[in-house]
């Protein structure tokens, strides 16, 4: 949904259509248009029982398996994100990434560990995943419910946070957003997830490393993953031959510069011209989906990039 909220002209979707490329829109489980299931039911804690990881080891694979099988072509990846954050943990552990031409990373995210959001920090130091999570028994972060609204509102009496402007607060001072594309925004975003997936990137934060989901106690890591602690994410893993086109933000709250060099650290093995780095200073982490001027910083150069690898 996130990708359709702006006008046609304005909307990568449309863009990459009109220049003649078949579009597949992907749903992360638990949003809006993304809520069946063969057995559980979204009212249940069992349906909420996931996290990220299961993103990078399910359903990613499984959207892109589909979409080669009823096209019989890879296709090109566009993620923004923990669009991105999916996308180069699948990469790090083999996976999806011998069934895609390109992947074009809009505002990676990998390493939190110098986000710069009052908000975001607030939420990760505080432990609120866990807090929602095992004080009120609330397996779904639904943003629009009254339990998650009324916990942010009372975060909001932090210093340095300002609740008149969450979207502000959360991704840093946009660059070309307009009025009316924030109040669409916030009318649809953000979507709900699980709390566990909250957690986990809150671990993130708080850790300073990228790890699978860490079940605190040693007995239960050990009967998930045959270890105590978590097994990390290794960024350095993927094939140096996969073409990756990162965009990064210089004000981004989210995917802060500190994080993405650490990142980027991660793929200086790639091969020539199979990583190509463009910064957008003046950027902040919504302007890449619905800035007005995305067209001309980004989404042309995306599409520069995915003809260079047909």
């Not at 072509?73 to 991105?84: A, L």
């Not at 995943?129 to 975060?155: D, M, T």
Request: glycine fraction near 6%; include cysteine; charged fraction near 20%.
């Amino acid at each position: 949904m996130t990708w359709l909220l702006g006008s046609p002209e304005e909307s990568l979707p449309y863009i990459l259509a009109d220049r003649g490329f078949d579009v597949w829109i992907a749903n992360n489980r638990g949003t809006r248009w993304s809520r069946r299931h063969v057995s559980l039911d979204p009212s249940s804690r069992s349906y909420w029982n996931w996290s990220w990881d299961d993103i990078v080891v399910n359903d990613m694979p499984a959207i892109v398996d589909y979409i080669c099988s009823h096209t019989g072509q890879k296709p090109h990846y566009v993620g923004h994100s923990m669009g991105t954050l999916v996308a180069l943990a699948a990469f790090s552990e083999g996976r999806m990434v011998d069934k895609l031409k390109s992947a074009a990373l809009l505002s990676p995210v990998a390493y939190l560990s110098h986000i710069t959001t009052p908000i975001g920090i607030v939420l990760a130091k505080a432990f609120v995943g866990e807090l929602i999570s095992n004080l009120f028994g609330i397996a779904e972060f639904n943003p629009a419910s009254p339990q998650v609204s009324n916990l942010v509102r009372s975060f909001c009496r932090n210093p340095g946070i300002n609740c008149y402007d969450l979207l502000t607060s959360f991704t840093g001072k946009n660059y070309c957003l307009n009025n009316s594309a924030v109040d669409v925004f916030l009318k649809y975003e953000p979507q709900p997830t699980s709390t566990k997936t909250l957690v986990h990137l809150a671990q993130t934060v708080r850790d300073g490393v990228l790890t699978k989901y860490d079940y605190v106690r040693p007995d239960v890591n050990v009967a998930k993953y045959g270890q105590a602690d978590p097994p990390s994410y290794n960024m350095s893993a993927g094939p140096a031959w996969a073409p990756l086109f990162p965009r990064p933000a210089g004000r981004d709250s989210l995917s802060a510069p500190a994080d993405v060099g650490l990142l980027l650290d991660d793929l200086r093995g790639h091969a020539g011209d199979r990583l190509a780095v463009q910064y957008l200073q003046q950027f902040a982490h919504a302007d890449f989906v619905i800035g007005v001027c995305a067209k001309d910083y980004v989404y042309n150069d995306v599409i520069s990039f995915f003809h260079r690898f047909r």
